[in-house]
């Protein structure tokens, strides 16, 4: 009886410790502005769980000198292969503008469903991803990891050459209408506060709204 019990306890929490491992991939995950040859690029990954199973939604904003500002997006499914975590697209496509803050127009859908991003885990506790969606950078670390609800407006708000205001962007946004978000993210508690203005410095800040509005 002794043996069956402890046998049963280690099941259970072998199972409890793989539900506790998916579940706790689930977030928004950003990079830093990442400079490139002729401009800076920022990813986001927003991760969920449907059914048991894990999904993620994967944003870029590319800046070049010569071409404006583009967005990736790869919409997919996650897989693991051993201690692997695959980020499988499954569509992709790039929108494009020449001025920030006009609405990005669709350039382009591509096949992608042979590509993988592999996300890892560093020593340091930081998640790095294999490389950026357009492969530009290798080895993306995203340093940022937000408490997140699928579907909630969320964006990163930055400071970069090319804009004539700090750039307000991320996920969910279809306007803003000249609303103000509803909360800050804190990173060194790690949790949404309520939003008592935006801050100032260097670095990224991120924001969570109510909902969006059309322009």
């Known amino acids: ?44 990954i927003e991760i969920f ?10 944003q870029e904003l590319r800046f070049q000198n010569s071409r404006g500002f583009e967005e990736v997006l790869f919409v997919g499914k996650i897989t693991e292969e051993g201690n692997e975590i695959l980020l499988v697209p499954e569509a992709c496509q790039i929108r494009a503008t020449e001025t920030w803050g006009k ?15 592999r996300l890892d885990l560093l020593p340091s506790g930081k998640f790095v991803l294999s490389e950026s969606l357009l492969g530009t950078k290798k080895e993306v670390v995203l340093p940022f990891v937000l408490d997140h609800s699928v579907g909630n407006p969320v964006a990163v708000r930055f400071e970069a050459g090319g804009m004539t205001t700090e750039g307000i962007w991320g996920f969910h946004l279809n306007g803003l209408g000249g609303k103000n978000p509803g909360w800050t ?9 309520p939003f008592q203005g935006y801050k100032t410095g260097e670095g990224l800040e991120f ?9």
């Not at 993210?185 to 506060?193: A, D, I, L, Q, V």
């Open 103 to 117: 609405k990005m127009a669709l350039l382009r859908r591509f096949d992608c469903d042979h590509i993988e991003l």
């Open 185 to 193: 993210w804190n990173p060194s508690k790690r949790t949404w506060e």
């Open 207 to 215: 924001y969570r709204w109510k909902r969006t509005f059309s322009n």
């Open 1 to 44: 009886m002794h043996k069956f019990l402890k046998l049963s306890f280690l099941i259970l929490t072998f199972f409890l410790t793989i539900q506790n491992q998916a579940k706790s991939l689930d977030g928004l995950y950003f990079s830093e502005r990442l400079p490139t040859e002729n401009g800076y690029l920022i990813l986001g």
């Open 49 to 58: 769980t449907e059914k048991g199973k894990s999904f993620y939604n994967a």
